[in-house]
């Protein structure tokens, strides 16, 4: 990371942007299922309840969208339609097609196991306590940011160059320009996150920004400049606090026990590489 006045650079892999994390406001009231445990039939295939709300947790649609269902069951007929000429084809006996279908049989059994494994146990009301306590960001002092965000290629991106056209302004005036003249794409778009959107160490030095202040977070592919243009005050009641802690030391918890799990396989398994360029490096390598 790389501060600059009150800049926040991160290298990461996804935007800062993206979803809420296990520590997000209380969950809103999950929509009701039908009345009939059969949602459609596809040819004498029956598609259930149960395989749409699959689906839609596969696609990360949330029951509370009213086109999440109508899209979670045209992806099952999709699927099933494709699955179906494939097999007329012949194509589920290729050897590709086969090491697929194991890969994907295999995938599951995996997320199924490391789920059931890394399950927590309930936090006791003292540890909710401390969580509260130790996380002001997240209660009591809690934040909701609004960015305005622009986006470019990380290829395009300068920060000696760039930085100071838009670190000691109140907008991207400047430093769009300078995109302008220099032919380089980007968008400007707005985003409201809550500090609970944010990792822990970029959320502890969110608490020490205010309006103006810029994050940059840097992937392989695109650079996001997000100015915060406002900040507004919004600490959790005394009877959401509870939930929201106890959800997030549930996921903290369910998070290292999975990591702990992996490891105590992998430990106990005999593995031998042949193909050095695969292989850990040898200061990784299980002694």
């Given amino acids: 990371m790389v501060f600059v006045r009150k800049l926040l650079l991160i290298m990461a892999c996804a935007s800062a942007c993206g979803g809420v994390s296990a520590a997000a406001a209380p969950e ?20 259930t309840i149960i395989d749409l709300r699959s ?31 494939a097999r007329e084809a012949g194509l589920h006996r290729e050897p590709e097609a086969l090491r697929q279908m194991a890969r ?3 995938q599951a059994l ?7 494994a890394s399950q927590p146990p309930e936090p006791t009301r003292e540890e909710i306590d401390d969580f509260i306590a130790g996380n002001p960001e997240l209660f009591r002092k809690r934040r909701i940011y609004t960015f305005s965000v622009l986006t470019l290629s990380s290829d395009a991106f ?54 103006n202040d810029n994050v940059v977070v840097r992937s392989a592919e695109t650079t996001q400049i997000m100015k915060i243009t406002a ?6 009641s005394a009877v959401d606090a509870p939930t929201v802690a106890r959800r997030a030391l ?38």
């Fill in 28 to 47: 809103r009231a999950k929509t009701q299922s039908g009345k009939t445990q059969v949602v459609a039939k596809l040819d004498s295939r029956e598609i």
């Fill in 158 to 211: 300068s920060e000696a160059q760039m930085t100071p056209l838009f670190d000691e302004s109140r907008d991207f005036s400047a430093l769009k320009q300078v995109l302008k003249d220099q032919d380089v794409e980007f968008k400007v778009t707005p985003a409201v996150q809550p500090a609970e959107a944010f990792p822990e160490a970029i959320r502890k030095q969110l608490a020490a920004y205010s309006q």
């Fill in 110 to 116: 995996a997320d199924i196991y490391l789920a059931n």
């Fill in 231 to 236: 900040v507004n005050n919004a600490p959790l």
């Fill in 104 to 106: 994907a049989q295999e």
């Fill in 55 to 85: 689906e839609m947790a596969r696609l990360g649609l949330s029951p509370n969208d009213e086109t999440a269902e109508p899209a979670a069951l045209q992806a099952i007929i999709t699927r099933a339609v494709l699955a179906d000429a």
């Fill in 250 to 287: 549930m996921a903290q918890a369910a998070q290292s026990r999975a990591a702990s799990v992996v490891e105590r396989l992998k430990a106990g398994a005999k593995t031998t590489f042949y193909r050095k360029s695969a292989a850990p490096k040898p200061e990784q390598n299980p002694e």
